[in-house]
């Protein structure tokens, strides 16, 4: 909507009648605003009729000045360092050309422009213009996670770009694919909108257990807390801390709706119609990490990849995930009838006689049994299977899975395009007593110091990769 942009701007040589004819018309302009000592930045349109003023100021070129190297190397000089020549190095002052004939590179400056606005997530498009041939130097005003105006002046342009080459061809080349990466490619909007917003929304599903901390952070940062319930009377709710700060609106989810997309899709309706952008949609617990995978799909926030959000929830799915992948996986089966139960077992022959039996779908260590017997895994399998497990799931199927001896260990991590950090090694002390074999005794951390700790932390991320989180 605006008719004066500025896109960029490129440096020529006073070697044509067309700019010797502007020269000296800034000359006559010189000339009558009695400039005579100092710089002059004269802004000049070119007409049919020829060159008419539009501006002149009695200072260098503004811009910030990164125009700057683009005319030390294309021209050896700029009109910084002979502005102070003029006042203090008069024979260096005298010594230089009265214009330059010609260029040594060629070089031009792109403005960018955005013809959108919202909250920049990030800017993937800069990474490819650094990497351009002719690549000279950056001024960025955009940061990450901020708003971003649509692009109408010098004050809300979001960057530039200085290039220069040898050759003229490659600037221009990499000039017009900075003006395609304008269109496409260039920014990745966390969302859209025109004004910037007061605050995004971080919808927090099933904030319990430590997701209640998340959440509670969420609103101690400033943002809008969007608490969103995947399961009416969810079992696992009231695993909040005493005292935690939830401030923020509720959504509660239709878990109970027999038909699943209409449900979905009324969620979504509830999201949408919240006066806020929606920036980040996270799971706080286990329960909520299918929903979260598929709102933040929905409403293209930050996520993992939708088609392998089985795999990072249902036990059975992740192992044989992960095992495709050539990482080291349980030998497992899932069963829904004894039959194929036993057959299984036949097949294998574990020896010696240990087998887990647990739930698909569950959490913390919720019905998990050490058989050592053909009879305890029916035993163990009757109890699981068609019940409804600690998260409140009905287990369709049971888990039987070989019995791993050794210590257990929790590696804690981060991600971040695909950036792994993790955050804490926690060793497990579990024992068996009181007739279970997998007792939570505590926990200690450990720093990542030996060979043993390096080896968890790799196989940890050979198995993030092979689940693209």
């Not at 290039?163 to 920014?187: K, P, Q």
């Not at 109890?383 to 019995?403: C, D, R, S, T």
């Amino acid at each position: 909507g605006q008719f004066n942009v500025y896109f960029g701007m490129k440096l020529i040589p006073d070697s044509t009648g067309k700019t010797g004819r502007m020269v000296a018309y800034q000359r006559s302009v010189l000339d009558a605003v009695g400039i005579v000592n100092g710089p002059a930045h004269a802004e000049i349109m070119w007409t049919d009729s020829g060159p008419c003023l539009v501006e002149v100021g009695g200072r260098c070129h503004g811009g910030e000045g990164t125009w700057r190297d683009i005319a030390n190397k294309c021209v050896g000089y700029n009109q910084i360092t002979t502005t102070l020549d003029a006042y203090l190095e008069e024979g260096r002052f005298m010594a230089l050309p009265s214009s330059p004939s010609k260029l040594r590179k060629f070089g031009r400056e792109a403005f960018i422009v955005a013809r959108e606005s919202g909250v920049v997530r990030t800017c993937p498009g800069f990474g490819e213009i650094r990497s351009m041939r002719s690549f000279l130097s950056e001024e960025i005003m955009q940061e990450d996670n901020n708003f971003m105006p649509v692009t109408i002046d010098c004050f809300t342009r979001p960057a530039a770009f200085q290039l220069l080459h040898d050759e003229e061809a490659v600037v221009e080349r990499d000039y017009l694919r900075i003006r395609e990466l304008e269109e496409s490619g260039m920014w990745d909007f966390s969302v859209k909108c025109l004004t910037k917003p007061e605050a995004g929304a971080v919808v927090v599903v099933d904030p319990f257990s430590s997701g209640a901390q998340l959440a509670a952070k969420v609103v101690k940062l400033g943002y809008k807390l969007i608490m969103l319930f995947s399961e009416v009377d969810s079992p696992v709710a009231a695993l909040v801390q005493s005292g935690t700060d939830l401030r923020g609106e509720t959504i509660q989810h239709d878990d109970k709706n027999p038909d699943a997309i209409e449900s979905f899709e009324a969620t979504v309706t509830k999201l949408k119609a919240l006066p806020y952008p929606i920036i980040a949609i996270l799971p706080g617990a286990e329960t909520g990490v299918l929903l979260a995978d598929k709102l933040a799909d929905k409403f293209e926030t930050r996520t993992n990849p939708l088609y392998l959000s089985n795999a990072r929830r249902n036990k059975y799915i992740m192992g044989e995930t992960i095992r495709r992948a050539g990482v080291r996986a349980v030998k497992q089966t899932i069963v829904s009838d004894w039959e194929a139960a036993q057959k299984f077992l036949k097949e294998w022959n574990p020896s010696p006689y240990k087998v887990i039996v647990k739930p698909n779908q569950s959490a913390g260590s919720d019905d998990v049994f050490l058989c050592n017997s053909e009879e305890e895994v029916k035993a163990g399998f009757d109890k699981i299977n068609g019940a409804i497990n600690g998260l409140g799931v009905v287990n369709e199927g049971v888990l039987l899975q070989e019995f791993l001896e050794g210590k257990e260990y929790v590696v804690d991590s981060v991600s971040r395009d695909g950036v792994h950090k993790v955050t804490a090694i926690w060793e497990y002390d579990k024992r068996e007593v009181n007739g279970q074999f997998n007792v939570y005794f505590g926990m200690r951390l450990r720093a990542v110091e030996t060979d043993l700790e390096r080896q968890i932390v790799q196989y940890q991320r050979s198995v993030l990769e092979a689940l693209e989180i």
